[in-house]
Each structure stands twice: as structure tokens, then as C-alpha cells.
């Protein structure tokens, strides 16, 4: 089992995270006073409880608040922030599920509707005790290297949990997901193509066919979020997939569009409060 490392600590937060190598689940307790997390999202399916204070963050374009016994169910690829609104701040347990990972279990439990990003929770915030109670336990077996057995039966239980947590699938994909306009397809196209090059406005606008005004604010309303932003989203994604996979953070800003590593460095720690350097050895244990 992986080891648990303390990536960072403050007067106002800590945070500690370990990896589970045959399974690829991370797993991550912190504590935060203030300001979290900037929005971002992640391939992995999180799934965690609040341990202590006030958690309020953003998701799925609504505000939600969770406190201790409550439990939090994020999709994949679901932009969120966090911070902690009162005095004291925070403490949370979360575990980051690989697609792959969740879709194999899911095949191998049969429990259809459960695999990565095709899963849709019910729900973002859950008050289940019994929910509550099989994520910690999934947890302290992944963080505590409690060993392989103690680790499969506390995941195969929170699947089956989890299995309860979904919304019904739709006759059509169209009523939960409306088309997105094909302009707005096509910038959105271009800039997971284009993710590793300088974008600019202008050439988003060529790709849209729609000037700087309607194309910034109406990918704002398709996404959630502005282009630029969402470039860095993506460009984060990529990242930890290659830091995870052993490149060196120089070599990941190179490749993921980032004009150093000390740029790459800066959004990263924005967005999941620890380096890309301490995330690499998190995944390989490979020292810097």
C-alpha cells in the first residue's frame, strides 16, 4: 500500500494524501481555514464526508454546504471549488476514483449506471449515516494501508452504496444534457485539440464565426465557465495524468501548454493545494 505523505502545512490548513498502486485510488484528508480550492475538476470520480466545521463549495452551478455525517458524491469532470464560510475551517476525507477503475468494479458487481463519466448522482450531498460509514471505512482501509482484503471489501461495499446514489438514466440523453450550440461544439473542439499551443480570442472567433462579446458570454452559459478558464481546466487534467504516469513537471508544462514550470506550478497549487512535484511522487514514489 502507499504510503501517506504530508504534502503541506500551515497555520490555516494541512493536507495529507496517500495513493493506492494497484488501484490507482487517491485518497486525501485535509483541513482548510478561508480559501480552498479554486474551481476545477478532475477524471476521477470523488466521493468523501465532511469531518469537522462548515464545507461550502460550488458545483454543478449551485452553492452546497456540508457538515459532519454528510456525505459528498462529485461525478467526474464537474467543475467545483471550496472554502470554509465560519470561523475554524474545515476537515474532509475524500477518495478519488479512476474511471477505469469504477467501471470495471461496477461490470464486475453488476451494477449498471455506475461507470465513470455515465454515472450521474442524484444527489450531490447525501445525509445517509450508513453511506457516511462505508466511505470512511473505504477510506481508512486505503489511507491506513490496512492491506488488500480490508481495501476490496470496503470498496465493493461503497460501490454498492453508490449504486443506490444515481439518478435514473433518461429515454434520451438530450433531457438532462441539452445539445450545446455547434458553434460553441466547435471552440470547445478546438480547444481540447489545440490544448498544447497560445490560443488566443481571435482564434476561437474564427473557429465560432461569432464575435468576441457573444462567443465569451454565451460559452460562459454553455460551460459554465470562460474559455480561458476552461483551457486551464483541461490543461490541469492533463497534467496530473502525466505526472501520475512519471514526467517531470518541466517536461508536463512543456507538454501541456504551460509556459514554464513555474507557470504550470502556480495553477496547479491553485487548484489542488499541493506541487506537481509532490504530486508526481505521490503516484511513483520517484524523488524529484
Known amino acids: 500500500m502507499a504510503p501517506v505523505h504530508p504534502h503541506e502545512s500551515t497555520a490555516d490548513h494541512w493536507l495529507r494524501a496517500c495513493r493506492d498502486p494497484e488501484t490507482g485510488i487517491e485518497g486525501v484528508r485535509a483541513h482548510f481555514s478561508g480559501h480552498a480550492y479554486d474551481p476545477h475538476d478532475h477524471d476521477d470520480m470523488l466521493i468523501g464526508y465532511t469531518e469537522q466545521g462548515v464545507q461550502r463549495f460550488q458545483c454543478h452551478r449551485?452553492?452546497?454546504t456540508?457538515?459532519?455525517?454528510?456525505?459528498?458524491?462529485?461525478?467526474?469532470?464537474?467543475?467545483?471549488?471550496?472554502?470554509?464560510?465560519?470561523?475554524?475551517?474545515?476537515?474532509?476525507?475524500?477518495?478519488?476514483?479512476?474511471?477505469?477503475?469504477?467501471?470495471?468494479?461496477?461490470?464486475?458487481?453488476?451494477?449498471?449506471?455506475?461507470?465513470?463519466?455515465?454515472?450521474?448522482?442524484?444527489?450531490?450531498?447525501?445525509?445517509?449515516?450508513?453511506?457516511?460509514?462505508?466511505?470512511?471505512?473505504?477510506?481508512?482501509?486505503?489511507?491506513?494501508?490496512?492491506?488488500?482484503?480490508?481495501?476490496d471489501q470496503s470498496l465493493d461495499r461503497l460501490l454498492?452504496?453508490?449504486?443506490?446514489?444515481?439518478?435514473?438514466?433518461?429515454?434520451?440523453?438530450?433531457?438532462?444534457?441539452?445539445?450545446?450550440?455547434?458553434?460553441?461544439?466547435?471552440?470547445?473542439?478546438?480547444?481540447?485539440?489545440?490544448?498544447?499551443?497560445?490560443?488566443?480570442?481571435d482564434d476561437l472567433v474564427a473557429v465560432a464565426g461569432v464575435d468576441r462579446f457573444k462567443l465569451t458570454r454565451r460559452f460562459q452559459h454553455a460551460f459554465g465557465t470562460s474559455p480561458h478558464a476552461y483551457l486551464v481546466r483541461l490543461r490541469l487534467r492533463a497534467a496530473r495524468r502525466l505526472l501520475a504516469a512519471g514526467r517531470t513537471p518541466a517536461q508536463v508544462a512543456a507538454e501541456t501548454g504551460f509556459a514554464d514550470q513555474s507557470h504550470l506550478g502556480r495553477w496547479f497549487r491553485r487548484a489542488y493545494r499541493m506541487t506537481p512535484a509532490a504530486y508526481r511522487r505521490l503516484c511513483t514514489n520517484v524523488p524529484d
Do not use: C, K
Open 66 to 151: 456540508s457538515v459532519p455525517g454528510r456525505a459528498i458524491l462529485i461525478e467526474p469532470n464537474a467543475l467545483h471549488d471550496g472554502h470554509a464560510p465560519e470561523a475554524g475551517g474545515f476537515t474532509y476525507a475524500m477518495l478519488y476514483l479512476p474511471q477505469a477503475w469504477v467501471e470495471r468494479a461496477a461490470r464486475r458487481l453488476d451494477l449498471p449506471g455506475l461507470g465513470g463519466v455515465e454515472a450521474v448522482f442524484d444527489r450531490t450531498l447525501v445525509d445517509d449515516a450508513r453511506l457516511v460509514a462505508a466511505i470512511r471505512a473505504a477510506f481508512l482501509a486505503i489511507h491506513g494501508g490496512e492491506g488488500r482484503l480490508a481495501r
Open 62 to 64: 449551485s452553492v452546497h
Open 160 to 201: 454498492a452504496y453508490l449504486g443506490t446514489q444515481l439518478r435514473p438514466a433518461p429515454l434520451e440523453r438530450d433531457a438532462v444534457s441539452p445539445a450545446v450550440a455547434p458553434e460553441l461544439a466547435r471552440v470547445r473542439d478546438y480547444l481540447h485539440t489545440q490544448m498544447d499551443t497560445d490560443v488566443g480570442l
